[in-house]
């Protein structure tokens, strides 16, 4: 192929910048040169490569006054002579920061014309302030010549920075904030029960459903070191219950109904008190668990982690809900403190309610990490519930293990145990132990004691099979009432969890995750059959 611009270039006698961006040999340009042709090339120029990001000349490189400072330009090369005049004589040809120039770069006709047009300011401002004749009549002529032939690429040149810079104002002029980022999120899910009747009693009747949720959340920084998180959720996946199941056990992680109306989730600002302490205003949501890590990062999050309630972290971090105000402070890279005071009716002025004078709760966790793969935490709550509110592992375990002694006022103290360790870049080891020393503080039963305990271990596999996916298994008990003094409401027997899940990034924004969850003695009761629930979440993130 001959260079479209060879024959226009074979009237010029000294056309070092031509000869060097064109790959044309010195005296040879009068000759019909192979050169590459579009197909060999492998990249085309963009708007950003004319605007900064390639060799010729922007803010990304460096200008050298010698061509010596050009590390990977030698003496012997073909273009040395037309390359040190441009840098010495004119001093409109730039190296890159790490000095080098990078000669074999092939280059499209806008960037041509860039460099062009930057040489060709460069004479301007040397011929406005030199005394010597850096510049004769004759280059003059034939650069003004250069220049009315490629006047056409010059105007798309100009044209181009002209419809970014009004699109740039544009996008200014009516952006949604300079403040605030949206992000979406939308869940799919389609699940089924298998098994051959509910906890306790009757038939396990339930159909394949395919039901949703959708969060919108509203990032606000004002600093660029704070948040101000407002979501907004709609959803419509039914609990899979006791109505259902006869067992809480069998419930999903991301589940909620909200009757396909649109609420407010959760509605708190964080923000920095120094270098090395965070504090949180929590008007509404904003689970405990994403104050005090539980340590189980692979398998913690709803729409990327466990399928089920249980397998995303200890219940010890639900039994702490509601506004509320936390603090977290880092003593070094390695050990760091959690603390938060919640109550659910805190927004509620009623007698036997609001921030103070209600249900409430207090947790603190001290967690060590000698390293970013491993971590030991030690986790203490203590809490109270009204008659209205108790619920003491929040939709998690039996329902002993729940309402002990069952709507009375109840007092309980909880201790965790969680670690993690990641052994290898694809395998993570994490679990949590936790046990509550329960209190009913009304009612017949005033002064009774109950026992909860539960545990689980997960595994998390990164990256199985592909970059970018995650196995995971789960297995554990989920919180059981081994001792009370109600004797009517003591676990008797004991549930296992089995859980085992593949999270597929199908695309930077679709991620799909079948997985199947085991539940045998459902409610800690021998008597009550093994039951499945299988699932497939699809995820849209935006």
């Known amino acids: 192929m001959i260079h479209p611009f060879a024959p226009r270039l074979a009237h010029y006698s000294l056309l070092p910048f031509f000869t060097l961006i064109l790959g044309i040999p010195t005296g040879a340009i009068a000759s019909e040169i192979p050169l590459l042709t579009l197909d060999d090339r492998p990249t085309v120029a963009t708007e950003a490569d004319l605007l900064g990001t390639d060799s010729l000349g922007t803010d990304d490189l460096a200008q050298v006054t010698a061509v010596s400072q050009l590390s990977d330009v030698q003496p012997t090369d073909w273009a040395f002579q037309a390359l040190q005049s441009l840098v010495e004589r004119y001093g409109c040809i730039a190296g890159y920061p790490d000095g080098t120039f990078k000669g074999n770069r092939p280059l499209s006709r806008y ?3 860039a460099g062009l047009n930057a040489c060709l300011d460069r004479i301007n401002e040397l011929i406005k302030s030199a005394t010597d004749p850096l510049a004769t009549k004759e280059d003059l002529r034939k650069l003004q010549k250069l220049q009315e032939e490629f006047a056409a690429e010059l105007a798309a040149l100009r044209g181009r920075v002209d419809a970014l810079e009004a699109r740039a104002s544009e996008l200014e002029t009516n952006q949604f904030s300079t403040t605030t980022k949206l992000k ?65 056990m069998t419930r999903l992680s991301f589940d909620g109904n909200s009757n396909n109306r649109f609420r407010l989730d959760d509605l708190h600002y964080r923000f920095p008190i120094g270098h090395k302490t965070h504090m949180w205003l929590i008007a509404s949501g904003q689970g405990t668990d994403g104050i005090a890590d539980p340590l189980n990062s692979f398998l913690r999050s709803d729409s990327a982690g466990s399928l089920s309630r249980f397998g995303r972290f200890s219940s010890i971090y639900r039994s702490v809900r509601g506004p509320g105000v936390a603090i977290e402070h880092d003593f070094s890279d390695r050990w760091s403190v959690d603390l938060a005071y919640r109550a659910p009716q805190g927004s509620n002025p009623d007698d036997e309610a609001g921030l103070f004078n209600g249900s409430y709760g207090i947790l603190g966790q001290i967690l060590y990490q000698p390293s970013k793969s491993a971590g030991i935490g030690f986790t203490f709550a203590h809490t109270y519930f009204d008659e209205a509110d108790v619920n003491i592992t929040d939709g998690v375990g039996s329902a002993f293990a729940q309402r002990p002694f069952n709507r009375v006022d ?63 298994i789960i297995f554990g008990m989920p919180p059981k009432a081994t001792q009370n003094d109600v004797d009517s409401h003591e676990d008797r027997d004991t549930s296992f969890h089995v859980e085992a899940l593949y999270y597929h990034q199908l695309t930077d924004n679709i991620a799909i995750t079948p997985g199947v969850i085991a539940i045998f003695n459902p409610e800690h009761n021998n008597d009550n059959e093994t039951q499945v629930v299988g699932v497939v979440r699809t995820v849209f993130s935006f």
């Open 111 to 113: 960037e041509f014309a």
């Open 184 to 248: 979406g999120e939308v869940i799919f899910a389609l699940d089924n029960v298998f098994g051959n009747g509910r906890a306790g009693d009757g038939d396990l009747d339930y159909n394949t459903t395919f039901s949703y949720r959708a969060r919108l959340n509203f990032n606000t920084s004002f600093t660029g070191k704070d948040e101000l998180r407002v979501r907004l959720q709609s959803n419509n996946i039914i609990p899979i219950d006791g109505a259902v199941t006869g067992t809480s």
């Open 410 to 472: 109840t007092l309980a103290n909880s201790y965790g145990l969680i670690g993690s360790v990641q052994f290898s870049p694809r395998f993570n080891l994490s679990g949590w132990v936790g046990y509550t020393d329960a209190k009913a503080k009304s009612g017949n039963d005033r002064g009774a004691n109950a026992d909860i305990w539960n545990w689980a271990v997960t595994m998390a596999f990164p990256d199985l099979f592909k970059e970018g996916n995650l196995g995971g």
